[in-house]
């Protein structure tokens, strides 16, 4: 099962983001790929409330929902829209994180809301308050694909290792990380981190990143570190989208789970204990 994982530079523009979109999503199907990944807020990357105010929507009216459910019908593929920023009716205005798994007839399949807000500073200049602006999820997602039973998160989701164990427990082979880490934090723990999770739960790990500067027409521009990656169940990177823009191909092989799962059958192991 060939899938392709897009790597991006999204604007704080959805509307240029889409026009980027679709022809890589068309190239992507041309080249084989089944089943589509992409990157967290693939429709808008921007920290600036105003300006999301101004061109984000709330799920039902969301222009490049709309447009990537009609190419999955078209096309007869499955894209998992990595998350899109969306308007919700929080009594506090903010915003959904969402990731959508949409199926080869145009329907959506699943939903997830980001759970695990990345508030942090990572130095002084380049501080995060995503709780600010985004409303965090309470409910994890595995959804059957072409693929196999995928597991949904999010970006800094990353960091709890029991959600992705509680994914692959439920069922999940591949655990999809779409993201837009930062350039400081990805360098150090992006790669390793994505291993451990592929290796303790025995999935296929499939990250498609934000890339690059993305420009903005208001507020602050904003780095992000690339390297979609796609790890095997026995822990191995089989592709690294480097810090380009573009598509990146993989042919994932399910058997592959359940030979790492055979070999070190720890996903079953788990005992209680008392303590500490
Ligand atoms: O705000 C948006 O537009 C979309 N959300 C994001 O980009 C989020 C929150 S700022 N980024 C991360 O979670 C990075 C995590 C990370 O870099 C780490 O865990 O080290």
Not at 72 to 96: H, I, M, Q, Y
Not at 151 to 160: A, H, Q
Request: with cysteine; proline share 5%; glycine share 8%.
């Amino acid at each position: 099962m060939r899938v392709a994982l897009l790597q991006l530079t999204s604007s704080d523009d959805p509307s240029e983001n889409l026009k980027t979109l679709e022809p890589m999503i068309r190239d992507a199907a041309e080249g084989g790929a089944r089943c589509i990944f992409t990157p967290e807020v693939t429709n808008c990357v921007s920290m600036n409330r105003r300006r999301q105010l101004e061109v984000l929507y709330e799920e039902t009216d969301d222009p490049m929902l709309r447009r990537v459910r009609e190419i999955c019908a078209e096309l007869r593929l499955w894209v998992n829209l990595g998350s899109l920023a969306l308007k919700t009716r929080d009594p506090d205005g903010r915003f959904a994180n969402r990731s959508f798994v949409i199926d080869d007839n145009g329907q959506i399949a699943a939903r997830y809301d980001k759970i695990h807000m990345f508030d942090v500073e990572v130095t002084p200049e380049e501080t995060y308050r995503e709780s600010d602006g985004y409303r965090p999820g309470g409910v994890a997602r595995t959804v059957r694909g072409p693929c196999g039973a995928l597991g949904l998160s999010i970006c800094y989701d990353l960091r709890f290792p029991h959600l992705y164990r509680s994914l692959a427990k439920s069922g999940a082979q591949i655990l999809s990380v779409p993201a837009a880490f930062s350039p400081i934090t990805g360098a150090a723990h992006w790669e390793v981190l994505l291993r451990a999770r592929a290796i303790e739960t025995g999935c296929f790990v499939i990250a498609a990143a934000q890339t690059g500067l993305h420009s903005s027409k208001m507020g602050k521009s904003r780095r992000t570190y690339g390297h979609s990656l796609v790890v095997a169940p026995w822990g191995e990177i089989l592709a690294d989208a480097g810090e380009e823009v573009g598509i990146t191909y993989v042919d994932i092989d399910l058997l592959m789970v359940d030979k790492a799962r055979r070999q070190v059958p720890a996903l079953g192991h788990d005992r209680e204990f008392d303590g500490p």
